[in-house]
């Protein structure tokens, strides 16, 4: 489900519901440059959907993607694996990736699964834009 761009936003490419219960929403701030805001939950039933929309960003023509994780409320094994992957193919094409992700529930499983040492992390997306905030 697309809507017309509002601001720098290009579109709400899923929508949060009892069916689906992850909404990813694709912002672009600036030109090259792709923030997929991530919210919900990221699971087995779930991961496909981000999945799909990482590789959507990804064949968007942007040098940097930042996924930012502040608004998912679980993540299991299948979305860590997600993340691995989009690591994989974000270095096959040439692309920055980025984490924006201060919450402890996304970061102590990417700790505990060993993952942390392999993304680029930061506490906000606009750090990684140069916004202070």
Known sequence: MFR????????????QSTENPIS???DVPAE????????GEVDMLTSPTLRQRIAEAFGGGFRRVILDLDAVDFIGTSGLAALVEARS???RQQIDLWLAC???????PLEIAG?????????AAGRVLGDPA
């Not at 993952?115 to 506490?123: A, Y």
């Open 4 to 15: 017309r761009p509002d601001r720098h936003t290009v579109g709400l490419v899923t929508q």
């Open 24 to 26: 990813v929403e694709l």
């Open 32 to 39: 090259g440059i792709a923030v997929l805001r991530v919210a």
């Open 89 to 91: 193919e974000a270095g």
């Open 102 to 108: 201060s919450a402890h529930r996304i970061l102590r």
């Open 115 to 123: 993952l942390l040492e392999l993304f680029q992390i930061t506490d």
